[in-house]
């Protein structure tokens, strides 16, 4: 099916996606604990017991989120959200991507307390003083640029805002790394979600649940099949059914802070449970890892197609006990 959305319908959809953005990253970021993720599961460097990746056993599950066992309010939100919404605001000001006013409203809009990684603060102070951001994301990591999951972790509102076009919301997805992101693995992740986001909009709109295996397809078509987050989605549709132990140890959970080790794991939840909210972010929790962040990501690609207070939606109680959005959020 093909047609055009309307601004006010964009808008619709992309805050509903942001909704289900800034509500995983508060719930998730009650359950992070730094270093308490393995720092890389696919290379053998286990946690200590009761993981048992033979057997496909977790560490003890968390409270039921499905059933009301919720941390106490107010859920406050982190980096992920605020940088989500300075997306959003971008979108709902002019309609798509400008890289240099979006630079610099990132960096004017930094809280260090909201959890930014001093990657990421660095970028950001070079360009609050007068650093074109090319060359200040270009800097990062000795010249590499960073391959972090921060561009992916914004972008799902976007990706929902652009339902009416994949090839849009991959340009626009890659226009936004950009201004923090140099490294293809970062620029990478943040096309695959914001396809993701923009497949599962449209589903919605169609009325029709793609299967795992068709939405994670989509995905790694719109990909450079050159890149480790390409791999990794395309390894994520044959681990579908598979135990969650077997899938953190070939997809990683975030604990690394990539791309590589957190895209393919996220949209393996998202396309497990694109019609219930509330298990996707059940499973990323008890995945452990970057949590906010990977709870950031499902929350607003499963958002996108259920929308909020729906059944299986994002819930009602829970968007309650998540801090405000900030006033200038769209």
């Known amino acids: 099916m093909s047609f055009i959305l309307f601004a006010d319908a964009r808008l619709a959809l992309a805050r509903d996606s942001l909704a289900g953005l800034s509500t995983g990253d508060a719930l998730g970021a009650q359950y992070f604990l730094p270093g308490s993720a393995p720092a890389d599961l696919a290379t053998g460097a286990l946690p200590p017991a009761p993981w048992d990746l033979a057997t496909g056993a977790l560490p003890p599950a968390p409270p039921d989120l499905a059933a009301g066992a919720l941390p106490p309010a107010p859920w406050e939100w982190t980096d992920d959200t605020e940088m989500a919404c300075s997306v959003l605001a971008e979108l709902a000001d002019s309609g798509g991507i400008d890289r240099d006013r979006l630079a610099l409203a990132f960096a004017e809009r930094c809280a260090p307390r909201r959890g930014y990684g001093a990657g990421a603060m660095l970028i950001l102070r070079l360009i609050r003083t007068g650093t074109p951001w090319p060359v200040a994301a270009a800097s990062a990591f000795d010249g590499q640029g960073s391959c972090g999951n921060g561009a992916a972790m914004r972008v799902g509102p976007l990706g929902a805002y652009f339902a009416d076009s994949t090839a849009r919301a991959a340009a626009q997805a890659r226009a936004s790394a950009e201004v923090t992101h140099a490294h293809p693995e970062g620029i990478a992740g943040a096309v695959a979600v914001a396809v993701a986001a923009a497949l599962a909009a449209r589903a919605r709109l ?119 959005l900030p006033t200038w959020a769209p």
């Open 206 to 324: 169609d009325g029709h649940r793609p299967s795992p295996e068709r939405l994670l397809g989509g995905i790694a078509a719109a990909l450079d099949p050159g890149t480790e987050v390409y791999r990794r989605i395309s390894r994520a549709a044959g681990l579908l059914g598979r135990p969650l132990a077997r899938v953190v140890a070939a997809l990683g959970n975030g604990s690394r802070v990539t791309a590589q080790d957190t895209v393919g794991f996220t949209l393996w939840v998202a396309a497990t449970h694109l019609d219930d909210y509330p298990a996707a972010i059940q499973v990323c929790v008890q995945a452990g890892g970057d949590v906010d962040t990977t709870s950031a990501i499902v929350g607003a690609v499963v958002a996108a197609y259920t929308g909020v207070g729906t059944p299986g939606g994002v819930p009602e109680p829970w968007l309650a006990a998540r801090e405000p």
